[in-house]
Structures are given as structure tokens and as C-alpha cells.
């Protein structure tokens, strides 16, 4: 790779243009890079979201598409670079930094490559868990239960369960999560990152072990959300009929760096991208 993944950009906040972005994007990286000892896993990556659109993020296994999210997420420290949420309306947020919980706050929700879901707990009770980030009642209001708690706690059932009949859910609203078919799990989980009410939602390959069936489903699902809660999605997916079909604009990583940008008819003709893609078979 080329300079010091140490060092910050002093440019990187300067213009969103440089990197051709443009400033419509919702969320934006500079740069963003992250080393695991030797390893460089991502290599001043420049992404963005477009303002309500269903952006892709692919590469082949292991090129740090996950890495990318666990960096704009908080999970990991970037090494160097910068994360920007562009909220309409208000100022930026930079993201690097922050604490997990504060970027959900923030507007940002994921879910998981590997489902995580709170399998003894109910659906409607994994849900509220979303919810929970957006109640103000501390542990005082927990523990005395007072009326604005209670209002509250009023609230994030109706809202959790509004969402669970939204998006087809509520009649498995008190059933265990465990319980559940494996394609309603992963519906579950993104109505657990749609109740924190994020600006973008991060999905990280919602059609892994899905069978046909259910990948048309989570299909009709992204797109309704997009529609119905207007946010802006990054998707990332290995599953490149889903990819293709919804998708505005793709990014492609191959170890950690971009090697193409642009629509899905330009992507899947570009030879850079077709070589990343067989130089793994
Ligand atoms: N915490 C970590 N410590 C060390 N190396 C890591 C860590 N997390 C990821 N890596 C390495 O970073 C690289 C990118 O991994 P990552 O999980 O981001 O790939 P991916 O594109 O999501 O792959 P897949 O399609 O298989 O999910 C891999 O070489 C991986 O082993
Ligand atoms: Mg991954």
C-alpha cells in the first residue's frame, strides 16, 4: 500500500467531491483504512451512500467487506481515515471515534453476517431491544418505574410491534426467537436494526443460507423498507442476482482495496471485477 496507514488526512474532511462522491451521499468514508498487524485489511477506502438509495459493497471472501462495517460501526478503531454521516438538514457527524451505541444513536443500525439475535428472548422482546436505544428513561426511571417510564416503555411496545406488523411478523410476536424458521430470523433481525430508526441501515449478506424462496422474500423486504422508512441501505451480499436486482451502485474490494465502482451493468462486465472473482475459484 502506498503512505502511512497512521497518519490522518488532513484533506479527508475537505470535500466530499475529490473522491467524486459528491456530497449526496448520507454516509461517506475518506480513506478509511485498517491494519491487523502485518495485514492490511482495508486500503484508504472512499465509499458513499447515496441519500436513499441501495448501495452494494462486494469482493471476494475475506477482501474486508465485514472489516468495513465493524470500522464505521465503532467496533474497530479505523487505523487512519475518516467515517462522515451527513444527516439532511443538519451538520456532519464524524463518525470515527465514537463509541458503538453513540453511532447507532447517531442513525446508523447493521445486522449480522452470522445472526445474532437473542435466541431465549421473545420476538417482540428482541425488537424492543432495538427500541431501547431510543428511550430517554435512565435506571432511576427503571427502577422507580414513574409515569414518564411507564409512557415510555408504552410507546416502544407499540412502536416494536407496529414494526412487527409491518414487515410480517406479529404473529410470531411472543414466540421465542430460537423457534423461528431461519429466513424469518434474519427478517427479525433487520426489524431489530429498523427499531432503533436508523438513517442507514448496514446489512451484512441478509441472504446467507437463505434457499430461493426465501432470498425473493428478503428481496421484496429491502426494497419496501427503502420505500416505506426512506433510508438508505449498504448492502453486502455475495448472492449477485439480489446484488444486481436492487442495487443503484456497486463498490468491489479485493484485499481491502477498491478495484471498481459504478452501476450493476457496468460492474458485472469489468474484467477487474470478473478476475477478482475467478482468480478466487
Ligand atoms: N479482528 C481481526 N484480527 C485480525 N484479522 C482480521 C480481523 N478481522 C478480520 N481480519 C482479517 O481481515 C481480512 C478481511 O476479513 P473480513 O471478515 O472483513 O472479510 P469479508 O470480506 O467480510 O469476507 P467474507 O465474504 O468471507 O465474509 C481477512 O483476512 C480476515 O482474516
Ligand atoms: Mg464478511
Known amino acids: 500500500m502506498t503512505g502511512s496507514p497512521d497518519t490522518p488526512d488532513v484533506r479527508a474532511g475537505a470535500s466530499a467531491d475529490a473522491s467524486g ?19 492490511v485489511a482495508l486500503n484508504r477506502v472512499d465509499l458513499g451512500v447515496g441519500r436513499g ?16 462495517f465493524n470500522c464505521i460501526t465503532g467496533i474497530y478503531k479505523p487505523t487512519r481515515g475518516l ?12 463518525l470515527k471515534g465514537l463509541a458503538p451505541d ?37 435506571l432511576w426511571g427503571a427502577l422507580t418505574r414513574n409515569k414518564r417510564t411507564r409512557r415510555e416503555e408504552r410507546e416502544a411496545i407499540d412502536h416494536s410491534f ?39 441501515l448496514l446489512l451484512d449478506e441478509p441472504a446467507a443460507g437463505l434457499n430461493i424462496g426465501e432470498t425473493a422474500l428478503l428481496r421484496e423486504l429491502i426494497l419496501s423498507i427503502r420505500e416505506t422508512e426512506k433510508l438508505s441501505i449498504l448492502l453486502i451480499e455475495h448472492d ?13 474490494i479485493d ?20 478476475k477478482a472473482y475467478l482468480g478466487e475459484e
Do not use: C, W
Request: net charge positive; aromatic share 6%.
Open 102 to 138: 453513540r453511532i447507532t444513536h447517531e442513525g446508523l443500525a447493521r445486522t449480522f453476517q452470522n445472526i445474532r439475535l437473542f435466541n431465549n428472548l421473545t420476538v417482540l422482546e428482541n425488537v424492543l431491544i432495538g427500541r431501547h436505544t431510543r428511550m430517554r428513561a435512565g
Open 162 to 200: 407496529g414494526l412487527l406488523v409491518s414487515y410480517g411478523l406479529d404473529h410470531m410476536a411472543n414466540e421465542l426467537a430460537k423457534n423461528l424458521p431461519y429466513g424469518d430470523q434474519r427478517r427479525l433481525e433487520i426489524v431489530r436494526a429498523l427499531a432503533t430508526e436508523p438513517r442507514v
Open 83 to 94: 467515517v462522515t454521516l451527513r444527516p439532511e438538514g443538519s451538520p456532519a457527524v464524524p
Open 240 to 252: 449477485m442476482s439480489l446484488v444486481m436486482s436492487v442495487s443503484q451502485k456497486i463498490y468491489v
Open 21 to 39: 462522491e459528491g456530497t449526496d451521499s448520507i454516509l461517506e468514508t475518506r480513506e478509511l483504512s485498517m491494519v491487523f498487524g502485518g495485514l
Open 53 to 68: 438509495t441501495i448501495t452494494a459493497l462486494i469482493g471476494p471472501n475475506g477482501s474486508g467487506k465485514t472489516t468495513f
Open 255 to 274: 484485499y481491502g482495496t477498491l478495484i471498481a465502482q459504478g452501476r450493476p451493468e457496468d460492474i458485472r462486465k469489468d474484467p477487474k471485477v470478473i
